[in-house]
């Protein structure tokens, strides 16, 4: 008898170990502020098509010149004004059962910028294609300097998630001992209102309208609880 007790003893501690694991509870929480943005982002630019490549990229040159003078005298600061995207693509037509036809070339020129006074937002619009744009995207709008108001948001979301814990907790007869991780998901995201100019022309007055509301700025966070 005295060699089965260690036997014993040895199955019955894995046992103990298993009971004395605690029990877990995983939360997802979010926290969010909406804030009024202080920026305004679009894009402008310009397609132009040519027999010859030199002839297309010579024309949007042209006209991209006077696009990026508008935007200037509209008041852009340099820092604001950044080439997005230049590309010069061939054309073909495609028939069926032949071989495609070089038709020509399409040069394409685009500049991202920054409005920083959202009143002028619509009028940027109009000046852009009244300069000869006839490609415009946006505006999006955001806030500049959100860390403040994101780090709120996660405070939020972390208090809501301890709050929940202790909600569930008390329902099955437990209560929260202690958090044992806290990951930080992907922040609340708003979709961008744009507005799309797809051919060259005049705005007439008024400017065109533009609402920039407000944006959400949120934080996601897990948090796994122990429970006693």
Do not use: C, W
């Amino acid at each position: 008898m005295r060699a089965l007790l260690p036997a014993l003893l040895l199955v019955a501690a894995p046992v103990s170990a298993e009971e004395a694991r605690p029990t877990t509870l995983t939360i997802v929480a979010e926290g969010h502020f909406d804030r009024a943005p202080d920026v305004a982002e679009l894009s402008g630019g310009v397609v132009t098509q040519a027999p010859t490549a030199a002839a297309a990229l010579a024309e949007n040159a042209r006209r991209m010149t006077d696009v990026v003078a508008a935007v200037r005298r509209a008041g852009v600061a340099e820092r604001d004004i950044q080439t997005s995207g230049l590309s010069l693509q061939p054309q073909y037509r495609y028939g069926d059962n032949h071989p495609p036809v070089l038709t020509g070339y399409q040069a394409t020129n685009t500049v991202a910028l920054k409005v920083r006074k959202l009143a002028d937002a619509g009028a940027m619009v109009d000046a852009l294609v009244a300069a000869g744009a006839n490609q415009v995207n946006g505006p999006s709008f955001r806030v500049e300097d959100a860390e403040g108001t994101l780090n709120a948001a996660r405070t939020a979301a972390v208090v809501t998630a301890r709050a929940r814990a202790e909600l569930y907790a008390a329902a099955a007869g437990l209560h929260v001992a202690r958090i044992r991780s806290i990951a930080e998901g992907t922040p609340a995201r708003v979709d961008p209102n744009e507005i799309v100019v797809t051919a060259a022309r005049k705005f007439a007055a008024p400017a065109t309208p533009v609402a920039p509301g407000e944006v959400t700025l949120g934080a996601t966070v897990t948090v796994v609880f122990d429970l006693d």
